[in-house]
């Protein structure tokens, strides 16, 4: 019975240090777009929402605590907001997670926000100081395509 006992607890403290020893994940080389949008911080210097009944800056209207705002779009794909030297409230965070991002290889970047929602946009253009982004939603016959430009930081 004893060596029962002990070839048991082999096999368990075997297993146990198998299945307890998880891999180290590696993280893929960045390609040369997430490397352009990992590597600054980005504030948003212009945006446009086009339907068939004209054009709306909304930029424009945006109250000014929210126009000095920084996202980063961090290298582990999730991505942080930074408030702006203008604060829309006193107690607002300087930093604050903002969910998690991803780019695939038709150059559309989506974006899953803490509250869940998930954006899918189109990268119009990417430069080391320019990202401009659009997404267009449809219902009932009608189009509405949002265009967005941030700058580096």
């Known amino acids: 019975m004893n060596k029962n006992v002990n070839l048991f607890l082999g096999v368990i403290i075997l297993a146990i240090s198998f299945y307890g020893c998880k891999k180290a994940e590696k993280q893929l080389p960045l390609t040369s777009d997430e490397a352009l949008i990992t590597s600054k911080d980005w504030v948003m210097i212009a945006g446009e929402i086009a339907s068939q009944g004209g054009k709306i800056d909304f930029y424009r209207i945006l109250p000014d605590c929210q126009k000095d705002d920084l996202t980063r779009y961090n290298a582990d794909n999730t991505t942080t907001y930074k408030s702006g030297a203008v604060k829309c409230n006193p107690d607002e965070p300087e930093v604050s997670p903002g969910g998690t991002w991803y780019l695939d290889k038709e150059k559309k970047i989506f974006i899953t926000y803490d509250s869940g929602d998930t954006t899918r946009m189109d990268i119009l253009d990417l430069t080391a100081t320019t990202f401009i982004v659009s997404e267009t939603n449809s219902t009932g016959g009608?189009?509405?395509?949002?265009?967005?430009?941030?700058?580096s930081k």
């Open 142 to 151: 009608n189009s509405v395509t949002t265009v967005i430009t941030y700058s």
